[in-house]
């Protein structure tokens, strides 16, 4: 039994929406990020990130309270409002390929404790630590945890007769997607949504597991304030079949002293390989990866399918890992490794060929995406995949809703 509820929510005022809400921060490079703060004064980057030109001379405490003082200063000066009761929040992000839509609301910290809401990933307990701190510091959020759950035919009617009402906010930006936000505040509705969701025994992380973990130890931190809104985080829930699932491709700097005819003759052993020349090539089935190397690319078809057994043995990712990167670059910490980088498979294998050929990478590897049903099986059976395993869409535009702890 999945519990959900309504919030109050702190949102930017409809004149200004557009203005206010913004990627998240890390997609911004330096250049970007002081274009936006200095031409656009209503830009969310102010609170989050409000003293940047000085943000590696302070100390984290005193950024999260500036984050705070800027956030206050928004809501003094009217461009955030809070509403005034409690709703859910339907959520559409249309893209030139993708049309992606759930429903925005606080998800139980208990159900996370309890595994209703299941995990995927492991998490780095610094990371953990500092997202608390962060929200114990700023007492509020806007970064919802992706959630998944199962397709509803009665959820998917349910969620199309409400988007034929009008929207509180419809507006489009500079990246090309448009962004529709409804208002579910009927006692009905909501008591409808929460009944169903009920009736779902476990919902899955896709994206947020640090965020979660952060919320979950921030209870346990601050539960004698008798905040309610502690025992719940922000989510952003959505069906299974609407969300996007990317690979993470690898590329290292270097061969680990192997010659590249040494290198090929190793991955013999365990791969067909299959020279692609200048073909932009990706792996089309699971099992098969890309290689792109002095100046070509390769199809590496795996050999051993039949001998491994298990969930995780069976997961590209760590394929890869087990054959190529552990026992023949020594590429054994894919956290921390300064050997190894990573780029999403949002992103076009000529950004692989780039970088390699740019002389700073000496090798990289294209992997074939994941799906959801590989995702469900790590967390139904307790198991963490290997860092970088998947990058997942949609992703929620920051300071479109905040919700205050």
Known sequence: MSKIIPFKAVRPTTDKVGLVTCRNYEDYSAAELAAWLNFNPYSFLHII?????????????????????????????????????????????????????GIVAGASVEDYKNNVIKKHEDTLQYRVEMFKDYLHQTRFNTEPVLITYPDSVEINTWILLKKKNRAIYEFSTTNKEKHTLWKIDTQSDIDWLENHFEEIPNLYIADGHHRSASAEMLLEQDKHLGNENLNYFMSFLIAESNVKIYEFNRIIRDLNGYSKEAFLGKLKENFEIESKEQELWKPQNKKEFGMYLDNKFYALIFKHKEKREGIKQKLDAQILYDTVLEPLLAIGDLRNDERIDYISGKQSVTAIKQKVDEGEFAVGFMLYPSNINEIKAFADNNLIMPPKSTYIEPKFRSGLVVYEL
């Open 49 to 101: 990130n409000p003293a940047y030109q000085n943000v590696n001379n302070i100390s984290l405490e005193k950024r999260f309270k500036g984050v705070a003082n800027k956030f206050q200063d928004f809501k003094n000066n009217e461009v955030f409002v809070e509403d005034e009761i409690p709703a859910f929040y339907l959520y559409e992000i249309k893209t030139k390929a993708d049309v992606f839509t």
